[in-house]
């Protein structure tokens, strides 16, 4: 099994810990660093058709961990991502590098951040390569090793 298999089975065990463990970890880096990873895991392939758009938005506005937040707040936060990735994938990926590594040195942010991108990435029970990428690149970012996931 691979290491995305691993993170895709080991995500869905422990999704519910998501939402029991969320409320630790509110701070507005934190808001900023997992929605920077969920627009970032959305466009991976290059754009959201509209069936991804409302089901992200669903998910944001469902989601028992986000709702720490108001639900304008996330999608606001989460829509500015999607548009500069959209507008200039460059700078977008600069923007959510930025984001990530406010939490960085947080070990359990930086985790949780990771599960939650595994966790929309894995959405269709599969993780494609660029999918993959961003999830490699995410992992590096916040200091992990992939190997933790497995």
Known sequence: MSFFDNLVNKTKETFTELSQDFTKYRSKEFLHATLAASAWISLADGSISAEEKTKMIRFLENHEALKLFSTSEV??????????????????????????????????????VVRMAAAIASADNTIDPNEQRVLERIVKELGLKAEDFT
């Open 75 to 112: 999608l606001t936060v989460w829509k500015e991502y999607v548009d500069t990735l959209s507008l200039d994938m460059d700078i977008g990926e600069n923007k959510i590098l930025e984001s990530l590594g406010k939490v960085k040195g947080n070990e359990a942010q930086a985790r949780m």
